[in-house]
């Protein structure tokens, strides 16, 4: 429904009631960002020596590798993540039993735990002391574990989302399941769930922060080390906050021209959390 | 197992933190988002873009940077919360991370809330907002006795995800000194490291008892309001 059935054309009295809240709400959104500003030049966070950092070249480069680590850990965790929601999301709309109902909790489990607990626990499984991985794979095993989990779900709604008719001519044709599955499923399944799996790569990315707690690489790290230093955790707060928050509308515009040139712009992005009790667990 | 059946109270007591901090920045998430949502469907263009605005920074700002703006900006800007601390309720007082943590969670989740009310309203058929307007209704009326009834069915789903995903968010206050679920279990394992796993599984025990606690209530609140 779009906005405009809501309420009639305004008329002459209506469009002054609404300059009248507009310039309302500019002046509070001033107020709001002026008093920002104030508190900010009262307090002194915004002399020249508390941004410096961020214009000298060798410190750049310290945020720039920290960017990387972490696309690196957002990448890693969502390849792994796909075969992970694959294994898994086929095997919950798998026909046998003894192969549904363990992925059901595997899934079940690891979308309600919350990540950092995940995080923690494998931190203590596999690197603490002398152990065998570094925190970054801590991270990327955690993340894998629940994006996966929430890409199983995408997976066996993008599967079922393809026409019925489809896997019936298949099936007429001759076919073997799993040659139904890999051939006919697959393919239309992956097109309808692009935007989705997009999405899931933000919340990987925003999730890999909290690697910062377990002491992995990646900008909320490099946000510590630099707030520790400088001691101006204001900038170096907001300056951080803006890459990630750039880097995300980046891979959302990706998702909805995805959107736009696989599904086509009427279809409804595939909402897996919106099925009620089965499927009540978010995917933020 | 001994680990935590030992310390039992402790283990209560941070699912109680866990649960406080849900409650409070549940209720605080869903009053700041059904405000942003009104502004976002509302007739007047800069309102809407203000709340967008305010949905793409929080959405897209992991939770982590907003607690740390909450808990190591804000001081330096001169808030620092400890007021709240002298205020005493019948024996009550709440902690200055308390009111960070709530702070931050509240702030982040409403930006989810907003956009769950909004897909709501959005998913109200077209014709039902035409007739109401036909029939004389005002904006405001059609709202309130056509548009959000139906839209609240709708919304259930998509704000129960949100909830959710907001009981397992709590989750990063262990990182500000919150003594809830997570950071308990990171103490449970530092002094029992051999008994990591079940001490793992009985956390997560607990968190997956909130999830279905909410996930249930609102199935049954689906079920309720389903129209025949």
Known sequence: MS??????????????RHRVYTVLTLLALAGIIGF?????????????????VFLTPSYVEVILQGLLDTLQMAFGAIVLAIVFGLVFGIGKVSEHA????????????????PVLMLMIFSFYLFAIGNGPLSPMWCVIIALT??????????????????????????????????????QIQLPQAVKIMLPALISQCIVALKD?????????????????????????QVPAALVIASIYIVVNLLLTALATWAQKRYVGEKAAPLEVAATGFDDGRGTL | MEAVFSNFDEYLKAFGVTLGLFVVSGIGSLVLGLFLASLRVGPVAIMRRAAALYVIIFRNTPLLMIFIFMAAAMPKLGYNFKWVEDIEIAGWSVSAFFVRSTLA????????????????????????????????????????????????????????????????NTSVAAA?????????????????????????????????????????????????????
Do not use: H
């Open chain 1, 3 to 16: 906005g405009n059935v809501l309420f009639d054309a305004p008329g002459p009295r209506t469009i002054a």
């Open chain 1, 36 to 52: 920002f500003a104030w508190r900010l030049q009262v307090t002194g966070q915004l002399e020249y020596e508390k941004w410096e």
């Open chain 1, 98 to 113: 003894w192969l549904r109902w363990p992925s059901w909790v595997v899934v079940e489990f690891f979308r309600a735990v």
């Open chain 1, 145 to 182: 574990c629940y994006n996966g989990a929430v890409l199983a779900e995408v997976f066996r709604a993008g599967i079922n989302a393809v026409p019925r008719g489809q896997v019936e001519a298949a099936y007429a044709l001759g076919m073997r399941k799993t040659q139904v599955m890999v």
């Open chain 1, 208 to 232: 890999t922060s909290l690697g910062a707690y377990i002491l992995a690489p990646g900008l909320t790290y490099v946000y510590d080390q630099i707030s520790q230093e400088f001691k101006n």
């Open chain 2, 105 to 168: 969670l509240t702030l982040y989740t409403s930006a989810f809330v907003c956009e769950a009310f909004r897909s709501g309203v959005n998913s109200v058929d077209l014709g039902q907002a035409e007739a109401a307007r036909a029939v004389g209704l005002t904006f405001a009326q059609s709202m309130r006795y056509v548009v959000l009834p139906q839209a609240l069915r709708a919304v259930v789903p998509p704000l129960t995800s949100v909830q959710v995903a907001l009981i397992k």
């Open chain 2, 176 to 228: 500000f000194g919150m003594a809830e679920a997570t950071a308990t279990m990171r103490a449970f394992t530092n002094n029992n490291a051999d008994e990591r796993i079940q001490i793992f599984l009985l956390f997560a025990l607990g968190y997956i008892i909130l999830v279905e606690i909410v996930a249930l209530s609102s199935y049954v609140l689906e079920r309720k309001w389903k129209v025949a």
